[in-house]
């Protein structure tokens, strides 16, 4: 245990010294919402009818952004090899790796999302709802995404590569987040939506972490 | 007292057999010099050893048990040194080492303290990675070795880019390590001094080519 947040404790410092990574993802999403209102007018009921899926949409799409350097840089200065080798289950590792992952996008982006839901015309209600899958769907984008991370180590255009193989992953959350949230916009119960974005999120934990660690000592041979 | 041996490893790369039939046994206090061509398989047995690798036939064997049977006690009992020296830009020289002692399950001031003397590197302490030269930078990986003590030290090259001093360092450490019982696995093509090791030339063990078979 001690090496997971040893580990989180170092991604985190990284982060914090790069800085520049964070406050990219978070850059993107908000500005890509923001065009939206301007292609397609100011009309404020269009905007809050489609305003759960531009949210996700994006939301999917900054946290690809982030994605390739997840493991690359470990893999390009040697430290995926002493990673590999500490004396620890490397899926314990990769926890460490995705819980940093998603303490740096996916919290930012949904301490962002309140701003959005100004510039869509959210009700505070449907926002309170848009957070609560925010925040149980992101951790499964970090895991899937961190097995399409682990991938693509040692490809060339490892970026667009990772988008082939991830965004597809990502549709199931963005159904049910998006019909939460829908739901929620029409007065209908919502909490089953949420149910099973939390089944994906429980799923997606062994999942994820397995194939990561197993792409990643094949990565490393 | 260790053990540890190969029996009968080997390796095939992209289809290629790089070498094949090799073993050898080491004991503690003793080392081995892996010497051979470019291209002899040397880095691919190292790999091998520290199971970054899987042997395409063979097996290795600590204290009388297989090795692949537990992946993680392996871990625990060596420190392997790549070609690549794991130091990040912006992280100091300290913290890396203190990264990597604690994650290898010791981590005592004294023991990061003792590192970076021996291979001079404590003014460099709170310097981040990006400012160090080549050298500095293999000097921080060595310095692993000792931040956080385990048996089996498998080097590769350790001694590219080190200066004449830095290399006495590694090679006052690597005697020091032997003397206390722990085994050393170097491949180099550079001059070390390692009084009584057995040599093991790769290319005795350079798999049959595909013409003469």
New interface residues.
């Given amino acids: 245990m001690?090496?997971y947040w040893?580990?989180l404790k170092?991604e985190l410092?990284?982060a914090l010294?790069?800085g520049s990574d964070s406050m990219m993802v978070v850059g993107f999403f908000v500005l890509a919402v923001i065009l939206f209102p301007f292609g397609i007018g100011p009309e404020p009921g269009v905007l809050a009818r489609v305003a759960p899926g531009l949210v996700w949409v994006n939301a999917l799409l900054a946290a690809m952004l982030s994605l390739d350097r997840l493991y690359q840089?470990d893999y390009?200065?040697?430290?995926l090899?002493?990673?590999?080798?500490?004396?620890?289950?490397l899926e314990v590792l990769v926890a460490a790796k995705v819980t940093a992952h998603w303490l740096t996008t996916g919290l930012p982006l949904m301490a962002a999302a309140p701003l959005l839901a100004i510039f869509l015309n959210l009700s505070a209600y449907d926002l309170g709802v848009l957070l609560l899958t925010l925040a149980v769907g992101t951790p499964t984008l970090s895991l899937i995404g961190s097995v399409g991370a682990a991938l693509v180590l040692g490809a060339r255009r490892g970026g667009v590569l990772i988008s082939l193989l991830v965004l597809p992953l990502f549709i199931p959350v963005l159904i049910f987040a998006v019909g939460a949230v829908d739901a929620a916009q029409h007065a209908f119960p919502w909490t089953g939506q949420l149910a099973i974005l939390g089944a994906i999120l429980l799923g997606a934990v062994p999942l994820g972490l397995y194939a990561s660690a197993a792409a990643l000592r094949q990565a490393?041979? | 007292m260790s053990q540890f041996a190969a029996e009968t490893l080997t390796c095939v790369r992209g289809g290629r057999a790089v070498f094949a039939r090799l073993s050898f046994a080491l004991e503690s206090g003793q080392a081995l010099f892996l010497l051979g061509p470019n291209g002899s398989g040397k880095s691919s047995l190292l790999r091998l050893l520290?199971?970054?690798?899987?042997p395409c036939a063979g097996k290795l064997i600590w204290d009388g048990q297989p090795v692949q049977e537990d992946p993680?006690?392996h871990?625990?009992r060596?420190h392997?040194v790549?070609?690549?020296?794991?130091?990040?830009p912006?992280?100091t020289v300290s913290?890396t080492l203190h990264?990597?002692a604690?994650?290898?399950?010791g981590d005592s001031e004294n023991r990061v303290l003792q590192a970076m003397e021996r291979f001079a590197i404590t003014r460099l302490a709170d310097v981040p990675g990006r400012l160090l030269s080549a050298g500095q930078k293999r000097r921080v990986n060595l310095a692993r070795l000792i931040a956080a003590p385990a048996p089996l030290w498998l080097l590769d090259e350790p001694s590219v880019a080190l200066d004449k001093a830095s290399v006495k360092a590694l090679e006052d450490a690597m005697a020091q390590h032997r003397a206390e019982g722990g085994m050393v696995i170097v491949s180099t093509h550079a001059d070390i001094d390692l009084p009584d090791a057995a040599i093991l030339r790769l290319d005795d063990f350079a798999a049959p080519s595909q013409e003469a078979a």
């Fill in positions: 001690i090496q040893e580990l170092r410092r990284l010294r790069q840089g390009e200065d040697g430290s090899e002493l990673l590999i080798l500490t004396p620890a289950p490393a041979e | 520290a199971g970054l690798l899987r993680e006690a871990g625990a060596l392997y790549g070609h690549h020296d794991a130091v990040k912006v992280l913290e990264f990597w604690r994650l290898h399950g």
